[in-house]
């Protein structure tokens, strides 16, 4: 479990790597993560935190409270430091699906499924928004490797231990998402369903999840049924009839598509093992010698995991569907890892052979080449947020706007950038002029045809909201994409 030095100088490394570009390209935190430190910092100044707010996305127990303490640390500056959080966190996750793959598949298998991990396009993008997933796979993947690097010959007492390690992880991994719940709940029936603590541990999550949700809205289902009606309102794909296609289409595009065929490939080689230990055989592919896999094969033990992973991952998401809940992407992150840690083991056992390796290493570089534009996007991407959080604190700052705030609350076109609004203003005085028309006060609106896109339109929420101009408004002030307009009756 612990570093060796040389491994810690790489992780180190990494991780200095990781806060130069979080410095040197700052970006900002998403929709959900900026409600979360609004509700941090609500929670530090005492207030109940607006759970119910219009719009308002899923609570997360263990973010609101990182969120909070970040808030009493970092000041105004959390939301940068929830970005830095992401992506020490995706660091973080690398170096842990690496030893995952190193213990079940070997060194390369792992040091690759560490790559596939830490250059994707989702994983990258979710920490510089400061998503709350890549924290959660972090801790997965880390009581995955808690797991897998125990040996079969271990004592019964270090076992105890180990169970009791892994489901202490998935507590802090079920208070950021309840796909950790699952994976809790399948680990304790399998590594010992009579024993009490295991049964404690597993519930903790759930159960606290519940607590809080009771406390503050006094429903324990708030969060079930608040995602459950926030899906029907914004219309999002959901109902079992969505997943089958879903899953297919958001492994592709989450992985990439040859690291999904490479995962599927290795998934099948790693079935091919019956018994512990494996048995050498030999798979004849056309055109090419067969391949002596017995070596390459993993045992029956070290499979266990990620195919747990793989699993309890696809078993969450088809159970969300179930359940009415939105069919997002998001919600496939851990078969995606469990994936990438069989495309590491697909990729090693193959490039024992050099035609391969070569056709492999082609295949590879001409993605690269197709998707080059890929990280023009992220940079686009990047950029636009910068712009954005930019343009709106001048707005917010800006002198004539603070001044017409004494008229009334500041209201933008829908919900996309209320709490970003909440959280610069340090003010509850923020509204969504979807839900509510205001006849007095600040009211901002998007000019530009990318802003009026992502922010001055909304699902469930009239684009006229960005169009029509309130009686009585008149404009007073413009910083790049926001104008804002204000109205103070006396």
Same mark, same amino acid.
């Given at each position: 479990?612990?570093?060796?030095?040389?491994?810690?100088?790489?992780?180190?490394?990494?991780?200095?790597?990781?806060?130069?570009?979080?410095?040197?390209?700052?970006?900002?935190?998403?929709?959900?993560?900026?409600?979360?430190?609004?509700?941090?910092?609500?929670?530090?100044?005492?207030?109940?935190?607006?759970?119910?707010?219009?719009?308002?996305?899923?609570?997360?127990?263990?973010?609101?409270?990182?969120?909070?303490?970040?808030?009493?640390?970092?000041?105004?500056?959390?939301?940068?430091?929830?970005?830095g959080l992401g992506a020490?966190?995706?660091?973080?996750?690398?170096?842990?699906?690496?030893?995952?793959?190193?213990?079940?598949?070997?060194?390369?298998?792992?040091?690759?499924?560490?790559?596939?991990?830490?250059?994707?396009?989702?994983?990258?993008?979710?920490?510089?928004?400061?998503?709350?997933?890549?924290?959660?796979?972090?801790?997965?993947?880390?009581?995955?490797?808690?797991?897998?690097?125990?040996?079969?010959?271990?004592?019964?007492?270090?076992?105890?231990?180990?169970?009791?390690? &892994?489901?202490?992880? *998935?507590?802090? /991994? $079920?208070?950021?998402?309840?796909? @950790?719940?699952?994976?809790? +709940? %399948?680990?304790? =029936?399998?590594?010992?369903?009579?024993?009490?603590?295991?049964?404690?541990?597993?519930?903790?999550?759930?159960?606290?999840?519940?607590?809080?949700?009771?406390?503050?809205?006094?429903?324990?289902?708030?969060?079930?049924?608040?995602?459950?009606?926030?899906?029907?309102?914004?219309?999002?794909?959901?109902?079992?009839?969505?997943?089958?296609?879903?899953?297919?289409?958001?492994?592709?595009?989450?992985?990439?598509?040859?690291?999904?065929?490479?995962?599927?490939?290795?998934?099948?080689?790693?079935?091919?093992?019956?018994?512990?230990?494996?048995?050498?055989?030999?798979?004849?592919?056309?055109?090419?010698?067969?391949?002596?896999?017995?070596?390459?094969?993993?045992?029956?033990?070290?499979?266990? &995991?990620?195919?747990? *992973?793989?699993? /309890? $991952?696809?078993?969450?998401?088809? @159970?969300?569907?179930?359940? +009415? %809940?939105?069919? =997002?992407?998001?919600?496939?992150?851990?078969?995606?890892?469990?994936?990438?840690?069989?495309?590491?083991?697909a990729v090693a056992v193959?490039?024992?052979?050099?035609?391969?390796?070569?056709?492999?290493?082609?295949?590879?570089?001409?993605?690269?080449?197709?998707?080059?534009?890929?990280?023009?996007?992220?940079?686009?991407?990047?950029?636009?947020?910068?712009?954005?959080?930019?343009?709106?604190?001048?707005?917010?700052?800006?002198?004539?706007?603070?001044?017409?705030?004494?008229?009334?609350?500041?209201?933008?076109?829908?919900?996309?950038?209320?709490?970003?609004?909440?959280?610069?203003?340090?003010?509850?005085?923020?509204?969504?002029?979807?839900?509510?028309?205001?006849?007095?006060?600040?009211?901002?609106?998007?000019?530009?045809?990318?802003?009026?896109?992502?922010?001055?339109?909304a699902d469930g929420a009239?684009?006229?909201?960005?169009?029509?101009?309130?009686?009585?408004?008149?404009?007073?002030?413009?910083?790049?994409?926001?104008?804002?307009?204000?109205?103070?009756?006396?």
């Amino acid at each position: 479990m612990f570093l060796r030095t040389r491994e810690a100088a790489v992780v180190a490394a990494l991780g200095v790597a990781a806060l130069a570009l979080f410095l040197l390209a700052p970006t900002y935190p998403n929709y959900d993560a900026y409600y979360h430190l609004v509700w941090g910092r609500e929670l530090v100044h005492g207030i109940t935190p607006t759970f119910e707010a219009y719009q308002a996305p899923t609570e997360h127990p263990l973010y609101i409270a990182i969120a909070a303490v970040l808030g009493v640390v970092f000041g105004s500056h959390a939301d940068r430091a929830l970005v830095g959080l992401g992506a020490l966190s995706l660091v973080w996750l690398a170096w842990a699906t690496w030893r995952v793959g190193r213990a079940c598949f070997g060194t390369w298998a792992g040091l690759l499924a560490g790559l596939f991990v830490a250059s994707s396009f989702a994983f990258l993008l979710y920490a510089a928004r400061a998503y709350d997933d890549v924290p959660f796979l972090a801790l997965v993947l880390t009581a995955a490797m808690v797991e897998a690097e125990t040996p079969a010959e271990a004592s019964d007492e270090r076992r105890r231990r180990r169970s009791r390690a &892994v489901l202490g992880v *998935l507590v802090f /991994a $079920g208070l950021l998402r309840p796909e @950790a719940w699952v994976l809790g +709940g %399948l680990y304790w =029936l399998w590594r010992g369903w009579r024993r009490f603590d295991l049964l404690a541990l597993a519930c903790v999550a759930p159960l606290t999840w519940a607590l809080v949700d009771a406390l503050v809205t006094g429903d324990p289902l708030h969060s079930l049924h608040a995602t459950s009606g926030l899906a029907d309102e914004l219309g999002r794909a959901r109902g079992i009839g969505a997943v089958p296609g879903s899953f297919v289409r958001f492994v592709f595009d989450v992985s990439r598509p040859p690291v999904a065929v490479a995962g599927v490939l290795g998934l099948a080689f790693a079935l091919l093992v019956t018994r512990p230990g494996g048995a050498a055989r030999g798979v004849a592919l056309p055109g090419l010698r067969a391949l002596r896999l017995g070596d390459a094969l993993p045992s029956v033990r070290a499979l266990q &995991v990620p195919l747990a *992973l793989l699993l /309890a $991952g696809t078993i969450t998401f088809v @159970a969300s569907g179930a359940a +009415g %809940l939105s069919v =997002l992407p998001r919600y496939l992150t851990v078969p995606v890892v469990a994936l990438c840690l069989f495309a590491g083991h697909a990729v090693a056992v193959l490039g024992r052979d050099r035609r391969l390796l070569t056709a492999m290493v082609v295949v590879g570089l001409a993605f690269l080449g197709l998707k080059a534009g890929s990280f023009s996007k992220l940079h686009t991407e990047l950029s636009f947020i910068r712009t954005t959080h930019r343009d709106l604190t001048a707005t917010l700052n800006d002198p004539r706007v603070q001044r017409a705030r004494a008229c009334g609350p500041v209201t933008l076109p829908n919900y996309r950038l209320t709490p970003d609004t909440k959280w610069a203003l340090d003010s509850e005085a923020v509204g969504a002029r979807s839900a509510r028309r205001r006849d007095a006060g600040v009211a901002l609106y998007l000019v530009g045809t990318k802003p009026i896109q992502r922010y001055g339109r909304a699902d469930g929420a009239s684009p006229a909201t960005n169009v029509t101009v309130d009686h009585g408004f008149v404009p007073i002030a413009r910083h790049g994409m926001f104008v804002a307009y204000a109205a103070c009756p006396r």
